[in-house]
């Protein structure tokens, strides 16, 4: 069935959930990538990994884009596994709430399904359906898959998600700490309850701020305020909720990215970008945490993974 030799690569961007009152519904695609090129082989696993999480990861069939290939070739009804070589490049830094987990396994899905017979192929919405299983949720897998804001649920049918193009003029800037937050911590933080009130001030900002990313920016501080996740997460990463509520004090829309602790400006414009830029070198130059933040300036992708199929490349 797969033709060693066959050979595909594929390029996935980040993401970050949740993007301030959105919790566990909206996802943004952050143009900061990882590339992958898989290659079918005469029999075992072999490995060339490079950059973001590249010493810790298991070089065996644990690898989860190793894992996110097998779960789709079984979602085609294929059980075998063939002989594969993995070369990643990984840029998305692990356990800071950039979507690095659902970049890989959308970086297996798609490579799986790009050595898939024609008659085996599995459409979007199955591709879909089984990243997000893996993931456990779909707010990060959709964006980094279709690119832009991706509005995302779940019925009976499955996983759902419908995209939505950003408005040109919006500019993430993140601030990555060098600590990370894993997200079952995080997640463990939530009460299993929340004030009714709140509940509806994170209803009319989570629609206010759909109308502000895709038509004006300008209303973006007020769109991501957010009382459902963030309140309750900042005790697992302090350094983080001081430098975002710096940030908003000063009139900038920061937010906690997806369950932290990087932090996520989503500037209304290229001036706001490079406001923020300045007031992030202040507030680090006179912090007081001993953490090292990184601080890029990034765009939203809006095109989502891209793949490409090579000719043969090697036998044997």
Do not use: C
């Amino acid at each position: 069935m797969f033709e060693i030799g066959q050979r595909v690569a594929v390029s996935v961007p980040g993401s970050t959930g949740n993007v301030g009152p959105g919790y566990d519904s909206l996802g943004l695609a952050l143009g900061h990538y990882d590339d992958l090129a898989v290659t079918v082989t005469g029999g075992g696993l072999a490995f060339e990994l490079h950059g973001e999480g590249s010493a810790s990861v298991p070089r065996s069939a644990e690898h989860l884009v190793v894992r996110a290939m097998r779960a789709a070739f079984r979602a085609a009804g294929v059980e075998e596994l063939p002989g594969l070589r993995l070369e990643a490049t990984n840029r998305i830094p692990h356990g800071r709430g950039m979507g690095s987990s659902a970049s890989a396994v959308v970086a297996g899905v798609l490579a799986a399904n790009a050595l898939l017979p024609a008659e085996r192929v599995l459409d979007d919405r199955r591709l879909l359906q089984v990243a997000a299983a893996m993931e456990g949720h779909p707010d990060n897998v959709a964006p980094s898959l279709y690119g832009g804001l991706v509005i995302s649920w779940t019925d009976a049918d499955g996983y759902r998600s419908a995209p939505v193009v950003v408005h040109e003029d919006v500019v993430p800037v993140v601030a990555i700490p060098d600590f990370e937050v894993p997200t079952r911590l995080a997640r463990s933080l939530l009460p299993a309850t929340v004030p009714h009130h709140d509940a509806a001030v994170n209803a009319g900002r989570t629609a206010l701020l759909v109308e502000a990313l895709t038509r004006r920016p300008g209303l973006l501080l007020p769109a991501t305020e957010d009382r459902l996740h963030q309140p309750y997460r900042a005790s697992a990463m302090p350094p983080s909720a001081r430098l975002m509520t710096a940030l908003r004090e000063r009139g900038l829309p920061a937010m906690i990215s997806g369950a932290g602790p990087t932090v996520l400006v989503l500037a209304a414009d290229r001036h706001q970008a490079e406001q923020t830029e300045q007031v992030l070198a202040e507030l680090v130059a006179r912090g007081t945490d001993s953490v090292a933040w990184r601080v890029l300036r990034l765009r939203v992708d809006g095109q989502g993974a891209k793949l490409e199929r090579h000719p043969q490349q090697i036998q044997g």
